[in-house]
Structures are given as structure tokens and as C-alpha cells.
């Protein structure tokens, strides 16, 4: 169990770390932008690879920040079905959706690897002002997915746990009730 723990509490910090780097990136591309909009209207002077950076910011910060945001349960929910669930029964659900959230996401990894590694080996060049290799602006979905299927299944082990907690403590008062009744 202490490996886990371990394995835990590495993966809380590379999700901290990439939510600061969100962080860092969405503060850049907003002062660049800023930059870009005083030197176009004011010097006639714009700057290609600002606007060609911003739009691989804005892929960038949802796959490094997703599965911080589900580690800190912040992504939206319809929560109708669950409010009319007991415990246990929430529990399960949020079980099996967390179990299909990581299959799909670790799915898009693997493809998105696939993806990745073909264009690496290809030598892909982006086709805007910068020739960036195309493998370095997508490598993030891959990354991010793998990331974001790890919390899922942490997010699964975590409401499993809450069911067995709700059955055991369902089972030890059935046990006190027909102790009482004998």
C-alpha cells in the first residue's frame, strides 16, 4: 500500500506542476497577445508568431489542466440522478463512470501516441510562420490523456472505497438491528 501512496503523491505533483505551467502559459499568451495588439494598432509592426504560439497555448492548457481540475473534483457534473441515489448506489455509478472515463482516455492515448510518434518520424513541420516539428505542439494530448485516465482510475479506487465503506457500515447495523430483535 505504501507503494501506492508513493505513486499518489508522485502523480499529485506532476499535476500541480502542470496546472502552474497552464498557469504560466495562459498569463503568457495573454501579455504576448496584449503585445501583439498595441505593436499592430500603434506601430503597424505585428508580430506572426504570437497569434501562431496563443493557438498552441489554447491546446496546451486543457490536457495538462484536466486531470488537476478531476483531482480537485472541479469538472461540471449533472448531478439530478445522483440526488435521488443513496450513497452506495453513488458510489458505484461514480465507479463504473470513472472506469469508462479511463478507458477512453487511456484509448485516446494510445492513439494520439501512435499520432504523435508518426509525425515525429516523418519530421512534420507545423505550416505557419514558425516550422515548428508538429509532434512537439500535439505530444500534449497523448501526455495529457495518460495523465487524465490516471486520475480516473484514482478517482474509481477512491469511490470504490466509498462503497465499501457504506456496505460495511450498512452490513454492522443490519448486524445491531437483529441483535436487538433476538
Not at 12 to 22: C, K, N, Q, Y
Not at 84 to 98: D, H, I, P, Q
Not at 121 to 149: D, H, N, Q, S
Request: with cysteine; proline share 3%; aromatic share 16%.
Amino acid at each position: 500500500m505504501i507503494f501506492f501512496e508513493k505513486i499518489g503523491r508522485i502523480i499529485d505533483m506532476i499535476l500541480i506542476g502542470f496546472a502552474w505551467l497552464s498557469g504560466i502559459l495562459m498569463i503568457f499568451s495573454l501579455v504576448s497577445v496584449c503585445i501583439d495588439v498595441v505593436m499592430r494598432y500603434f506601430f503597424n509592426n505585428p508580430s506572426g508568431w504570437i497569434l501562431q504560439i496563443s493557438e498552441y497555448i489554447l491546446l496546451y492548457i486543457p490536457f495538462l489542466s484536466a486531470a488537476y481540475v478531476l483531482k480537485e473534483d472541479g469538472h461540471i457534473k449533472v448531478d439530478i440522478l445522483l440526488n435521488f441515489l443513496g450513497k452506495r448506489a453513488e458510489a458505484v455509478l461514480n465507479t463504473v463512470t470513472s472506469i469508462l472515463g479511463a478507458c477512453v482516455l487511456f484509448i485516446l492515448t494510445y492513439y494520439g501516441t501512435i499520432i504523435t510518434y508518426d509525425f515525429y518520424v516523418r519530421k512534420v513541420p507545423t505550416l505557419k510562420y514558425l516550422k515548428i516539428p508538429e509532434f512537439l505542439i500535439i505530444i500534449v494530448i497523448p501526455v495529457g490523456c495518460f495523465m487524465f485516465a490516471l486520475q480516473f482510475i484514482r478517482r474509481a479506487n477512491n469511490y470504490y472505497q466509498k462503497f465499501k465503506n457504506e456496505t460495511d457500515k450498512h452490513m454492522n447495523r443490519n448486524k445491531r438491528i437483529a441483535a436487538h430483535t433476538k
